[in-house]
């Protein structure tokens, strides 16, 4: 496994590693999911057709609440077993639905369905600041919230960081990007980013663009590009296990550390 971290532009960033039990990599990565164990909810008052997964954690406490956005296919179940693998080390997990209902079987339904969404900025603003809403309203949360965002879901998340009401994270998973320091000066948390090096989007100038104006913007980041493996291998390890395996394990642990830190972290100013 090859990894090239970006050490320089982490700014004072501690260390907090997860116990060995929670930083296995989920099963659901690997195509190993059990059974759900969540909900569907309608978190859009006025749209019973949008229903997102909530998955709780089971006979812990709640550390805190991630939002999770789904790739072009929509909320599929591989990401309702992701969620299901939050709850698991301890948080509350929605997982949003931008398509109000809707998933992409093809290529061309998928295209549609992210050309319809993007065409509609203000819309997918409001859905994520009413799954915000949802997860903040919950009495067990206590701690932040993150959103963590896959593919089109990524660069979802890194827009909600500047548009979106307050939260306190944002994890992109080779998602599109931007190079504005002067937009990512609205960014007040830390960002966390995962890339894969043979990704031909975002590609790795595309990574190092990122970095260079969060740097500038002044938003501590923990970004990796991890060299020998494709688009999309975190979430489906299964597609490669050799390849992907390792270097998604890195990657999950990084991304635990990362949520323990963002909990207790001040926020940044810009």
Not at 34 to 42: C, K
């Amino acid at each position: 496994m090859t990894v090239r971290p970006f050490q320089l532009f982490i700014c004072a960033i501690a260390i907090i590693q997860p116990s060995w039990a929670e930083s296995v990599l989920p099963g659901a990565v690997l195509g190993l999911a059990t059974a759900l164990n969540g909900q569907s909810v309608a978190y859009l008052d006025d749209d019973s057709k949008t229903q997102g997964y909530l998955a709780r954690p089971q006979n812990r406490s709640v550390r805190g609440g991630v939002l999770l956005i789904h790739e072009w296919d929509g909320l599929t179940l591989r990401i309702k077993e992701i969620a299901d693998a939050f709850a698991e080390v301890g948080y509350i997990a929605l997982a949003v639905d931008l398509y109000h209902g809707k998933v992409g079987k093809s290529r061309s339904e998928k295209l549609a369905l992210v050309r319809a969404t993007r065409a509609d900025p203000e819309g997918i603003t409001r859905n994520l600041n009413a799954a915000l809403q949802a997860v903040r309203a919950d009495p067990a949360i206590k701690g932040s919230i993150a959103t963590i965002g896959w593919c089109f879901g990524g660069g979802i998340a890194l827009n909600f960081a500047i548009e979106g009401e307050d939260h306190e994270g944002t994890a992109v998973f080779y998602g599109r990007l931007l190079d504005d320091p002067e937009l990512l000066k609205h960014i007040h948390h830390e960002v966390y980013g995962t890339f894969a090096g043979l990704d031909r989007g975002p590609t790795v100038g595309e990574v190092d663009r990122f970095v260079a104006a969060l740097r500038s913007a002044g938003v501590p980041n923990d970004v990796h590009v991890y060299d020998d493996v494709q688009h999309g291998f975190w979430l489906h390890v299964d597609r490669d296990p050799a390849a992907n395996r390792a270097p998604a394990q890195d990657a999950w642990q990084r991304l635990l550390a990362y949520l323990e830190r963002v909990s207790t972290a001040q926020t940044v100013s810009n």
